[in-house]
């Protein structure tokens, strides 16, 4: 059921990226997953690749609490940069804040899909999916 290219994973937290690729890799939904340990290195990775998007991820999935460049400091300069992103691009903020001033933050984000507590299920990875693909 392979219906993603890509997925990104922005998040400092070996442990949860480890056990979130192993869920996706179960949920059988995507063929590449690209991992970034703080948002600088992912945004400079969409900054390279705006233009390629067959190289840019469906979807990301991004930690808030990072080193170098938090996830607050990702979405505001992704904001900046989606104009010249040749492809749609979902994030989905993963964390383990819940904080409610967190989640009015993100929600003042148009480019936030949705606020997901960790730890994100084999599940919840198939139902974002599906909403992004609905009928599958």
Known sequence: MKLLKTIL????????????????EQAMIVEEIKV???????????????GNPHLL????????????M???????????????VEKKIIIYIVTSSIS??????????NEVSDYIIKPITKQKLIEVVKNIYPGH
């Open 100 to 109: 409610p001033e967190d989640i009015t933050r993100a929600k003042s984000f």
């Open 36 to 50: 970034f340990g703080n948002g600088r290195d992912a945004i400079n990775f969409l900054k390279e690749n705006a």
């Open 9 to 24: 994973i922005v998040d400092d937290d070996e442990i949860f990226v480890y056990l979130t690729r192993k869920a996706i």
């Open 57 to 68: 991820p469906e979807i990301i999935l991004l930690d808030l609490s990072m080193p170098i």
């Open 70 to 84: 938090d996830g607050w400091q990702f979405l505001e300069e992704f904001h900046l940069i989606k104009p010249r």
